[in-house]
């Protein structure tokens, strides 16, 4: 157990060192048309959101971070408080080690004890059973469940999982024996165009692209083993922007979509809800603001991320989300050659 904690400690401390040197915007491909005749009056726009039966007074997401130490009971407390604050909804970190010491239980329960009215989500990986996966949503009386899939950083932690046979029937026993949403959700390596289709016909009707642009759990993983590091395999993985591309494409009609990984500003909120996500999560640059400025640095982050979405809407155009997401944009470079490469076909706007 101490191994558990020790690792999410160091996940934590690997994680900002990583966050400070991030520089790359994985969203600069994208660009919002400029409007000059906006009618919108900013103070009557609408950001509320829906998560198939979750209603979200804003489409921006404290994504999954931690849980079961002493310094986690202490960062989900601040957390859910803002949280509560501001009115976003927050899922808690992979809740498996308060399945196995009940001790750790306190650093979870502590987000619904700050926000009693607030949306919270359970977390867990895919390997998880229905039983551990009613156990979760019911430690933290949970509104939805997220089930992480995090290949990558299993392969490269030395301690993590190597087998992975059997994760799709899992997560289709999961979803039909749940009654709260599942959200199955990528940690930063993203989803396929095809393995959306698979989570689909599993039943899954909200998902978290969880692309790559932001934390990368291969470098943390490298920095956690320095000997044997894997480094020529970090940034691993499917760009946000063309995640929520591919997956969109796919299944967009029938799932609603959350774009995670490497969203920073309120400008990447506004681009990821333009192309047609649903919501926006964030965990690196909140869990930095948070550790290296307090709460009121992190409130006044979060505040701003919402200043920016709502003035860029403005801007566009667009008084709510759905007429945001009918904007015209701009696809370039990396991304627009991607998607020409993949044959899918999105309608110029
Ligand atoms: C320190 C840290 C711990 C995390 N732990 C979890 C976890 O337990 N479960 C999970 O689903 N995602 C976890 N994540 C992944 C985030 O929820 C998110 O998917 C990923 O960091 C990409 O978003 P970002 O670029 O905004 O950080 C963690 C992220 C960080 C930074």
Redesign the pocket.
């Known amino acids: 157990m101490a191994n558990s904690s020790k690792r999410?400690k160091e996940?934590?401390r690997y994680?900002l060192m990583l966050?400070k040197k991030l520089k790359r915007n994985v969203f600069s491909d994208i660009t919002l048309l400029h409007n000059c005749l906006s009618e919108v009056n900013l103070d009557e726009i609408d950001i509320s959101t829906q998560l198939k039966s979750l209603k979200l007074d804003k489409p921006i997401i404290i994504?999954?971070?931690?849980?079961g130490f002493s310094f986690a009971r202490t960062i989900n407390r601040e957390l859910a408080k803002v949280a509560r604050e501001l009115s976003l909804a927050m899922?808690v970190?992979?809740q498996r080690i308060a399945l196995k010491d009940k001790s750790a239980q306190e650093s979870f329960k502590v987000v619904r004890e700050e926000n009693p009215e607030g949306l919270i989500f359970a977390?867990i990986g895919a390997d998880a059973s229905l039983e551990e996966v009613l156990q979760v949503i019911e430690m933290i009386d949970a509104d939805a469940v997220?089930i992480?899939l995090?290949t990558p950083q299993e392969i490269v932690m030395a301690e993590g999982r190597k087998n992975f046979a059997g994760t799709i029937e899992n997560i289709r026993r999961i979803v039909s024996g749940v009654k709260v949403p599942v959200i199955v959700?990528?940690?930063?390596f993203g989803m396929a165009k095809e393995e959306a289709r698979i989570l689909a016909d599993c039943g899954v009707e909200i998902v978290?692209v969880?692309g790559a642009?932001?934390?990368d759990?291969i470098a943390?993983e490298n920095l956690r083993n320095r000997k044997n590091a894997v480094t020529n395999l970090e940034g691993w993985g499917i760009p946000t922007p063309i995640s929520l591309i591919e997956v969109i494409s796919e299944v967009g009609d029938s799932v609603d979509i959350i774009a995670?990984?490497?969203?920073?500003t309120g400008l990447d909120v506004a681009k990821s809800l333009a192309l047609g996500a649903k919501a926006a999560?964030?965990?690196?640059?909140?869990?930095y603001k948070l550790i290296k400025g307090g709460p009121a640095a992190l409130r006044k982050y979060l505040i701003q991320v919402e200043r920016e979405l709502r003035y860029s809407m403005a801007m566009v155009g667009a008084k709510n989300l759905s007429e945001l997401r009918k904007r015209p944009l701009i696809i370039q470079g990396r991304t627009y050659n991607w998607i020409k490469f993949r044959g899918i076909k999105i309608k110029s706007r």
């Open positions: 999410k996940h934590i994680s966050e994504n999954a971070i931690t849980g899922a970190g992979s977390n997220q992480h995090n959700k990528e940690v930063g978290d969880g642009g932001g934390t759990f943390i995670s990984g490497g969203l920073k999560g964030l965990a690196g640059s909140v869990l």
